[in-house]
C-alpha cells in the first residue's frame, strides 16, 4: 500500500498530530458516543492532553460534542458524548478495471453519499482514463456541494503490482502502457489530498476482511477467480503485500510441476505455461466446449463468456456438463488452496469468484478436494471454507476502507 501526500499541510490530514490524533479518532468510532473521562481512560491518557486534541479535532468538523449535561441521581452533570460528525469530512473509494472504473463518494463514517461509473474501451491510455476519472469525481462533488477542503483522502485499486514507494504501477498486463507511468501523483496534484493506491485483488480482500465473510477473523486468505486467478491474504489483522506488492500472484505460479495430475484436465491446453491461464474466462468457456462434446450433447445457443454464471448454476440442478466443468476446475484449485491453508495456517478461507459463486456443488466438491490433499497433515478442518459476501462490492468498499485507513490508522514516518 502507498500514500502519497500534499506538500500542504493545511490540507493534508497528517498534519493530525499523527499517532495520538488518530488514536482518539479511531476509538471515538468504535465506541459511538463517549465521554472525555473515559476516552482518556481508554487511551491512557491524561485528560489534559485528551481535551487539547479533541477541541483541535472539533474545531476541523471532524467530530462533534453532543449532550445537554443534565443531572443525575447525585446532583452531577452528565457528561457530553464526542462522535464523529459523518460531514466533517469524505473520501473517495475508486476500482479501476479493464473496461471501466467505479467511483465511490463516501463521508468520513464510510457511509457511500453518491457512486459513479465510467467506460472505456479496453486498453485505454492512462491520461484519457486520468481526465474521465478527474471529471467525475468533481462532478460528484459540485453535485453534493462538498467543499473541497473537506476531502481527506482517495483509495484506488488497480490491477497489477503497485510500487510502495511511488504509488505507480510496476506490472500491469490488463492496462497495457500504465507501467512506470507516474499514477498516484496526478490525483494528488489535481486534488491536494492523500492517495493510497493498492492491487485490486488486495484491496478486495480488504473489503471481504472489514465488511464481509471474514468481519470476525484475524486472518483469512481470498482466492479470486475471474478472468484468471489472484489471492489477498491477512496476517494478524495486516493485509500482506510483500515488497513489490506481488504476494498472491499465484497466477504466475509455473504449471510445470503440475502437468501429471492435469493431462486429462478440460482446462489444460499443453501450451499453456502458469496456473492463471487455466482460469480464463475464456478457457473455461472451452472446459464446457470439452464436456458437452464428451458426454455428447450440444451446447446451448446462449452458451457464452457473458453467461457463465448461469451454467455453474446448472451443477446444483444435475446437470452433467456442469459437474463435469466443476469437478476438472476444482482439482487444480484444491491443489493451489491446500497449499496456501498449509503455509500460511488461516483460519478462513473465502473463495471468490461471480460466475460461479452460489453454486452448493462448487464449494462442496472444492471441499473434498482440499481435505483429501491435507488429510496427511494436522491442519484438515482447521481453515472454513466459505463463498464472499461482497462479491462485485468487495474491492470498492475495501478502496473505500483504505481511505479511510488515512484518517484512522497511525501513520509512523520512516
Known amino acids: 500500500m502507498l500514500s502519497r501526500f500534499t506538500d500542504n499541510p493545511k490540507r493534508d490530514w497528517r498534519f493530525l498530530k499523527e499517532v495520538n490524533e488518530t488514536r482518539l479518532l479511531d476509538l471515538i468510532r468504535k465506541e459511538d458516543g463517549i465521554s472525555r473521562t473515559e476516552l482518556a481512560k481508554k487511551a491512557k491518557m491524561s485528560k489534559t492532553a485528551v481535551s487539547e486534541i479533541i477541541n483541535r479535532l472539533i474545531t476541523t468538523g471532524l467530530i462533534k460534542e453532543e449532550g445537554k449535561g443534565e443531572s443525575t441521581s447525585s446532583g452531577g452533570k452528565r457528561p457530553t458524548k464526542l462522535f464523529i460528525d459523518p460531514n466533517g469530512g469524505y473520501i473517495f473509494g475508486l476500482q479501476i478495471k479493464r473496461t471501466k472504473a467505479l467511483i465511490s463518494l463516501a463521508d468520513c463514517m464510510g457511509n457511500e453519499v453518491s457512486r459513479s461509473i465510467i467506460e472505456y474501451e479496453a486498453n485505454p491510455d492512462l491520461q484519457t482514463t486520468f481526465e474521465l476519472l478527474k471529471d467525475s469525481m468533481q462532478s460528484m462533488m459540485r453535485e453534493k456541494k462538498f467543499n473541497t477542503e473537506k476531502l481527506i483522502g482517495i483509495g484506488i485499486g488497480v490491477p497489477g503490482m503497485v510500487d510502495a514507494k511511488t504509488g505507480n504501477l510496476i506490472l500491469a498486463e490488463t492496462l497495457q502502457g500504465w507501467a512506470d507511468q507516474t499514477f498516484a501523483d496526478r490525483f494528488v496534484e489535481n486534488?491536494?489530498?492523500?492517495?493510497?493506491?493498492?492491487?485490486?485483488?488486495?484491496?478486495?480482500?480488504?473489503?471481504?476482511y472489514l465488511l464481509g465473510a471474514g468481519e470476525q477473523q484475524n486472518d483469512m486468505i481470498l482466492v479470486h477467480i475471474g478472468d484468471g486467478i489472484g489471492a489477498g491474504i491477512i496476517e494478524n489483522e495486516v493485509l500482506v503485500r510483500g515488497?513489490?506488492?506481488?504476494?498472491?500472484?499465484?497466477?504466475?505460479?509455473?504449471?510445470?510441476?503440475?502437468?501429471?495430475?492435469?493431462?486429462?484436465?478440460?482446462?489444460?491446453?499443453?501450451?499453456?505455461?502458469y496456473v492463471g491461464q487455466l482460469f480464463s474466462r475464456l478457457n473455461t468457456v472451452k472446459a464446457f466446449e470439452r464436456a458437452y462434446n464428451e458426454l455428447d450433447m450440444s451446447a446451448p445457443s446462449s452458451f457464452e463468456v457473458k453467461n457463465l454464471k448461469t451454467f455453474f448454476a446448472q451443477a446444483d440442478l444435475g446437470d452433467e456438463a456442469a459437474k463435469k466443468v466443476i469437478d476438472h476446475m476444482a482439482?487444480?484449485?484444491?491443489?493451489?488452496?491446500?497449499?496456501?491453508?498449509?503455509?500460511?495456517?488461516?483460519?478462513?478461507?473465502?473463495?471468490?469468484?461471480?460466475?460461479?459463486?452460489?453454486?452448493?456443488?462448487?464449494?462442496?466438491?472444492l471441499q473434498e478436494e482440499i481435505n483429501e490433499y491435507i488429510a496427511v497433515t494436522p491442519l484438515q478442518r482447521s481453515t472454513k471454507i466459505v463463498y464472499g459476501q461482497l462479491n462485485s462490492e468487495a474491492a470498492l468498499k475495501g478502496a473505500v476502507s483504505l481511505a479511510l485507513d488515512i484518517l484512522y490508522k497511525p501513520f509512523i514516518r520512516k
Open 331 to 365: 482439482i487444480m484449485l484444491a491443489v493451489l488452496c491446500s497449499n496456501m491453508i498449509i503455509m500460511l495456517n488461516s483460519s478462513m478461507l473465502v473463495i471468490s469468484g461471480s460466475e460461479f459463486n452460489y453454486s452448493q456443488y462448487f464449494l462442496q466438491k
Open 243 to 273: 515488497i513489490m506488492g506481488g504476494s498472491g500472484e499465484i497466477g504466475y505460479l509455473s504449471l510445470k510441476p503440475y502437468k501429471s495430475i492435469l493431462k486429462d484436465n478440460y482446462f489444460y491446453h499443453p501450451e499453456q505455461e
Open 191 to 208: 486534488f491536494n489530498a492523500p492517495v493510497v493506491v493498492d492491487n485490486d485483488i488486495n484491496i478486495q480482500t480488504w473489503g471481504e
